[in-house]
C-alpha cells in the first residue's frame, strides 16, 4: 500500500476589496448598457465613464458579487484617442462620480466611435445568443431641421421629450447616474433648441413629483407638471392633443403619450420598416398585424407603402393610444385598432380563427414594436404558431432582440436583414430594424 501522502490542490486566489476602494484598471471592452470592461487579478469589473484603451483609476461600487464587481471612474491615467470633453459639464469626468448628470453616459466619446461601440454591442449579442455573424453598421440620423450645424457634429440637440425629477426642496433636474438623486443643471444640451430654452430650471417645484417637457413637431414646447399621489408618485398630467408629423402625414396623440423622442427618429423607423419589408412576400389581403402598435405609426407605414385597401390590425394594450390609432389609421380602410395585450391578443387568434382566418395569417406580414424587455418567449412561440409570411422586429434593446431572434430561429425563422441606427446620440442606446422570413 503506497504511504504517499495527499497533495492539497492548489486553490483561486481569494480576492478582498470592499465598497469605496479605488484601484487602476485597463479597460478592454465595452459591455451592455453603457459601461466597459476591465479585469483585475481574474475578476470582471464594469466599469461607468471610461472606454476601451484607457487606464484610469476607478471606486468599487459593488464588490459582493462572485463573478463582477462594479466600479465608476474617478481619474483618467491614460486617455483613449477617442475621449473628447464630454458634451455635458453636468455629466463630465471632472465632477464627483455621485453628482454627475445621468441620460449621457457616452457623451465623452467622439461621435464615430460611439456609433462602432454600439456597433459591437449588437454583434456580440447576436453572435453569443444567435450564433450569428453581422456586419451590421450603425447608421447616423439626419438632425431636425430646428436643429443647429453643430448638433449633427456632436449628437446635440435632438430630444424632443425630458423628464425632470423633483428634489425634496423642489429643485429639478436630472437623476444622477445609476441613483434617484436629483442633479441641479443650468443646460440641458441633448434637448431641442426649443425645449431647453423653455425648460424652467432655476424654478422651484414644490409638492410636485416631475416636470416632463414635451417638443411636438407642430405647436408649441409643453410644459408639464406632475403633482405627487398619495405614494410621493407623478400623478398623470391633464389630456391635451399634440400632433406629430411623419412622411407629410399627421399623427394625434396625448401630450403624455408615447412618441419616438428623437426628432427625426419616426421618420427613420417609418421609412425603415416600409424599406426593409419584401414586397414579394407581402399580401395586402392577408390578415398583416402591427403589434405593440402605440399610435399607429408602424401601422401607416405599412399602409402608405402598399396602398389604402391594405389590411392591417394594429394592437396595443393602452386603451387611449389605441383610440388615437384608430383615428390616425381611418383613411386605411382595412385598418384596425384594437386595445389588448399582445400575448392575450395572439392567444385569442389561435384559439378563435378558422381556416380561412389561418390563411390570411400564414399570407400576413407582421411588424413587432416591443417595448425595451422584448417580445418573449411567449410571444415569439404565438407568433410560430400564427406561421406569417414575414415578421418586422423593431428593437430599442440589442440584447432582447439577439434573444427573441434565437427563439425564432430555433422554430425555423431566419434573420434576413437587419439595419441599425444611431437614434440616441451620446447615449448606450441603439435602435434596430430586423426583417425575419421562414
Not at 77 to 87: F, G, T
Not at 350 to 377: F, I, M, N
Amino acid at each position: 500500500m503506497s504511504n504517499t501522502s495527499h497533495q492539497p490542490q492548489a486553490s483561486e486566489p481569494t480576492l478582498s476589496a470592499s465598497v469605496g476602494d479605488e484601484l487602476e484598471l485597463n479597460i478592454t471592452n465595452v459591455a451592455h448598457g453603457g459601461i466597459f470592461i476591465a479585469r483585475h487579478e481574474g475578476r470582471v469589473i464594469f466599469v461607468s465613464d471610461t472606454l476601451p484603451g484607457e487606464r484610469v483609476r476607478a471606486r468599487l461600487t459593488e464588490a459582493n458579487h462572485k463573478s463582477f464587481w462594479r466600479a465608476e471612474t474617478v481619474a483618467v491615467i491614460d486617455a483613449a484617442p477617442e475621449r473628447q470633453p464630454h458634451i455635458w459639464s453636468a455629466a463630465s469626468i471632472d465632477r464627483a462620480p455621485e453628482n454627475r448628470a445621468g441620460g449621457a453616459e457616452f457623451g465623452h466619446i467622439e461621435l464615430g466611435f460611439q456609433r462602432e461601440l454600439k456597433r459591437q454591442v449588437l454583434a456580440d449579442a447576436l453572435q453569443r445568443m444567435a450564433g450569428l455573424a453581422t456586419d451590421v453598421v450603425v447608421e447616423p440620423v439626419a438632425v431636425s431641421v430646428k436643429a443647429s450645424p453643430g448638433d449633427a457634429m456632436d449628437g446635440t440637440g435632438w430630444r424632443t421629450r425630458v423628464s425632470l425629477h423633483v428634489a425634496a426642496d423642489g429643485t429639478i433636474g436630472p437623476y444622477a447616474a445609476r441613483s434617484h438623486r436629483v442633479i441641479p443643471v443650468d443646460d440641458l444640451p441633448l434637448a431641442e433648441h426649443e425645449l431647453e430654452l423653455r425648460a424652467p430650471l432655476d424654478t422651484l417645484f414644490h409638492n410636485a413629483a416631475q416636470v416632463d417637457l414635451v417638443a411636438p413637431s407642430k405647436g408649441d414646447v409643453q410644459v408639464l407638471v406632475s403633482a405627487k399621489d398619495s405614494n410621493g408618485k407623478p400623478k398623470r398630467v391633464p389630456h391635451g392633443l399634440i400632433h406629430e408629423v411623419v412622411a407629410d402625414r399627421e399623427f394625434e396623440l396625448d401630450r403624455s403619450g408615447f412618441w419616438q423622442v428623437h426628432s427625426m427618429a419616426a421618420d427613420t423607423l417609418f421609412h425603415a420598416v416600409q424599406n426593409i419589408i419584401d414586397p414579394s412576400s407581402f399580401d395586402p389581403r392577408a390578415s398583416n398585424l402591427d403589434l405593440y402598435g402605440g399610435v399607429g405609426l408602424l401601422a401607416a407605414a405599412v399602409g402608405d407603402k402598399f396602398g389604402p385597401t391594405t389590411r392591417i390590425t394594429s394592437v396595443e394594450s393602452d386603451p387611449e393610444a389605441v383610440a388615437f390609432a384608430a383615428r390616425n389609421l381611418k383613411e386605411w380602410a382595412g385598418a384596425t385598432a384594437e386595445a389588448d395585450r399582445v400575448d392575450r391578443f395572439l392567444q385569442r387568434l389561435l384559439r378563435e380563427a378558422d381556416a380561412a382566418e389561418r390563411a390570411r395569417l400564414a399570407a400576413a406580414t407582421v411588424v413587432l414594436d416591443p417595448p425595451r424587455s422584448g417580445a418573449g418567449k411567449a410571444v415569439v412561440d404565438q407568433l410560430v404558431a400564427i406561421a406569417p409570411q414575414q415578421i418586422v422586429y423593431v428593437a430599442c434593446d440589442p440584447v432582447a432582440l439577439a434573444r427573441d431572434v434565437a427563439l425564432f430561429a430555433k422554430q425555423g425563422y431566419q434573420l434576413k436583414s437587419l439595419r441599425a441606427f444611431d437614434l440616441f446620440p451620446n447615449t448606450h442606446h441603439v435602435e434596430a430594424v430586423a426583417l425575419l422570413c421562414k
